[in-house]
C-alpha cells in the first residue's frame, strides 16, 4: 500500500504541475509539435473520415499536454473519438464535447514520451455539405519531462480540407473497430489527500484498452449493491472500508473488465452476511421437511 500511495502521490504531483506549472515558465525552452494525418484532404458529401492527431517531440521528452481541437461544425459531423493505443497513459480530460464544434483533452505520461510520431487521439469525421474548412489545435500547453514542469512552445498546423457534392450516397472509407479483448488489468486504490474530497476516502482508478479505448467505468460498493457511472477519483460513499468494491471499465465495443479493490477494514462474515443467512434459512427448511416425511428420504 505504501508503494501505492507514493505512485498516486508522484501522479497527483504531476497533476499539478501540468496546471499550474503554465503560468510560472512564461519562457518555452523548446518546441513540441502536433499534427493531423489523413487518407487525403477532398471529401464527397456524406462521406467519412478518420483524422489522426500525433505528437512530435522534436527531440526533447515531454510528460503533459492538453489543448482544444476545433472544427467547423458547419461543415462536418463529429462523429466518434478513438484514443486505443494512446500514447497517453493517464487521461485527466479524455477528448470530448466543451462546445458543438470543440473537443477537450489533457493527459499525462509518467516517464514521459519523446519521438517523432506519437498517436494521441483520432476523431471519425462525416463531411455534411460542400465547402472548405479546417480542423485546428488551440489553447495548447505542452510540458517537458525535467523535473521542473517547464512550458514548451507548442505548434501546430491547420488540417485544410474541402468538400464537394455528391449525386450519389457515400460509403464510409472508416473501418469499425474489430475489438474483442476486454481493456488491460489495473488497479484501482484507495487513496487519502487533503487536496481531493476534503481528505475523505478516495477511488482511483486508470484502464488501458490497446484497440478500441475505454468508453466508461462503473463502480459498485459492497457484493450487491448496483453498478454505477463513475469517474476517477470518485468519491467513497463506504467511508467506513468494510466492504469490497468493484471497478468495471468498459470498452467502446463492449467488452469488460472487472477489479475488486479489498479494504483493509473488510470482514468475509460481513461481506457475506446475506449469502449466510440464504444457506441458514436453506438448512432450516430442509431440516423441517426430513421432519415431518423421514420415511420418503430415510429407509429403515
Known amino acids: ?8 502521490f508522484h501522479l497527483a504531483l504531476s497533476f499539478f504541475i501540468f496546471h ?10 523548446f518546441a513540441a509539435d502536433i499534427f493531423f494525418d ?13 483524422l489522426n492527431v500525433f505528437l512530435n517531440t522534436e527531440g526533447d521528452s515531454v510528460n503533459a499536454i492538453e489543448g482544444h481541437l476545433v472544427f467547423p461544425d458547419d461543415l462536418l459531423d463529429m462523429l466518434e473519438v478513438r484514443d486505443g ?3 497517453v497513459t493517464f487521461w485527466i480530460k479524455k477528448p470530448k464535447f ?3 464544434n470543440t473537443l477537450e483533452f489533457s ?22 455539405t460542400d465547402g472548405n474548412g479546417a480542423v485546428r489545435l ?5 510540458l517537458q519531462n525535467d523535473g521542473y514542469g517547464t512550458r514548451a512552445r507548442a505548434t501546430s498546423v491547420p488540417f485544410s480540407f474541402s468538400i464537394s457534392k455528391s449525386s450519389v450516397p457515400s460509403e464510409s472509407s472508416v473501418e469499425p473497430a474489430q475489438d474483442v479483448i476486454p481493456p488491460e488489468n489495473f488497479t484501482p486504490l484507495i487513496i487519502q489527500n487533503q487536496n481531493v474530497f476534503e481528505g475523505k476516502n ?12 475505454i468508453d466508461r467505468y462503473e463502480v459498485r460498493e459492497g457484493t450487491w449493491a448496483r453498478y454505477a457511472e463513475a469517474e476517477s477519483p470518485f468519491l467513497l460513499q463506504n467511508q467506513a472500508l468494510d466492504k469490497k468494491i468493484y471497478v468495471k471499465a468498459i470498452d467502446k465495443n463492449g467488452n469488460e473488465r472487472v477489479e475488486v479493490v479489498y479494504p483493509p477494514h473488510s470482514s468475509l462474515l460481513h461481506e457475506s452476511y446475506w449469502m449466510l443467512g440464504i444457506v441458514m434459512m436453506s438448512a432450516v427448511l430442509l431440516l423441517a421437511i426430513l421432519w415431518r416425511r423421514p420415511t420418503k428420504y430415510f429407509f429403515f
Open 85 to 87: 493505443d494512446s500514447a
Open 38 to 50: 489523413a487518407d487525403g484532404r477532398q471529401f464527397l458529401q456524406g462521406e467519412d473520415f478518420l
Open 107 to 128: 493527459g499525462i505520461t509518467p516517464g514521459g514520451l519523446s519521438g517523432i510520431k506519437h498517436f494521441l487521439f483520432a476523431v471519425i469525421f462525416r463531411a455534411k
Open 202 to 213: 478516495v477511488l482511483v482508478f486508470s484502464a488501458q484498452d490497446k484497440v478500441s479505448g
Open 1 to 8: 500500500m505504501i508503494m501505492y500511495k507514493k505512485l498516486i
Open 20 to 29: 499550474f506549472a503554465f503560468s510560472i515558465f512564461t519562457s518555452p525552452a
Open 138 to 142: 488551440g489553447e495548447l500547453q505542452i
Open 98 to 100: 466543451l462546445t458543438s
